[in-house]
T-cell receptor, first 120, second 112 residues
Framework: GAVVSQHPSWVICKSGTSVKIECRSL??????MFWYRQFPKQSLMLMAT?????????EQGVEKDKFLINHASLTLSTLTVTSAHPEDSSFYIC????????????????FGSGTRLTVV | QKEVEQNSGPLSVPEGAIASLNCTYS??????FFWYRQYSGKSPELIMS??SNGDKEDGRFTAQLNKASQYVSLLIRDSQPSDSATYLC????????????WGLGTSLAVNP
């Protein structure tokens, strides 16, 4: 249970274009999803918390107009990198947790497989 | 002081040995703790979660939590080369469906 599917797994785009990344919870309803970015040999950096039916909560220093998050349903959150530039090249990962699973037990936060974005 | 601290390593152990990974956290009221493994180029995968003081064992992995010392560790017995990865410690300070606070990770190399 608690499977998170993320697409695409990799994408190459031209500078100035926009890229949309999808994150789906396959067997549970995710009221909250988390979007991370990870640069090579660095740890995860939380970008924003995506809330179904409301605005995302962005971490300090993350441009909300550049990284658009839409969580229109209980099973889908999307991250759109607008006007991408080479410095946006990174590994983007979404994560969610089935809220119906008990906090006790080995039920942590599940990650999507990640999207490697390369902006040329 | 960082909220969740880990030794970046690399930690190098021979195959078959016990690997010990450590993590300290600053928020005394933290409720749940997680160890994730991340292979290069892949997303993190959950290894263990622990909520109560003491030890929790799952196969070759044992998580240890000491809330008084604000310390959580992961022991890997009979280490295998396939265990070579970065191990991330994460803390959920307030429970429920809240964001995790992450350590920077410890790189583990298991040498054949």
């Amino acid at each position: 249970g608690a499977v998170v599917s993320q697409h695409p797994s990799w994408v190459i785009c031209k500078s100035g274009t926009s890229v949309k990344i999808e994150c789906r919870s396959l067997d549970f309803q995710a009221t909250t999803m988390f979007w991370y970015r990870q640069f090579p040999k660095q740890s995860l950096m939380l970008m924003a918390t995506s809330n179904e039916g409301s605005k995302a909560t962005y971490e300090q220093g993350v441009e909300k107009d550049k990284f658009l998050i839409n969580h229109a349903s209980l099973t889908l959150s999307t991250l759109t990198v607008t006007s991408a530039h080479p410095e946006d090249s990174s590994f983007y990962i979404c994560s969610a947790r089935d809220p119906l699973l008990p906090m006790r037990g080995n039920y942590g936060y599940t990650f999507g497989s990640g999207t490697r974005l390369t902006v040329v | 002081q960082k909220e969740v601290e880990q030794n970046s390593g690399p930690l190098s152990v021979p195959e078959g040995a016990i690997a010990s990974l450590n993590c300290t956290y600053s928020d005394r009221v933290s409720q749940s703790f997680f160890w994730y493994r991340q292979y290069s180029g892949k997303s993190p995968e959950l290894i263990m979660s622990i909520y109560s003081n003491g030890d929790k064992e799952d196969g070759r992995f044992t998580a240890q939590l000491n809330k008084a010392s604000q310390y959580v560790s992961l022991l890997i017995r009979d280490s295998q080369p396939s265990d070579s990865a970065t191990y991330l410690c994460a803390v959920n300070p307030r429970g429920n469906n809240r964001k995790l606070i992450w350590g920077l990770g410890t790189s583990l190399a298991v040498n054949p």
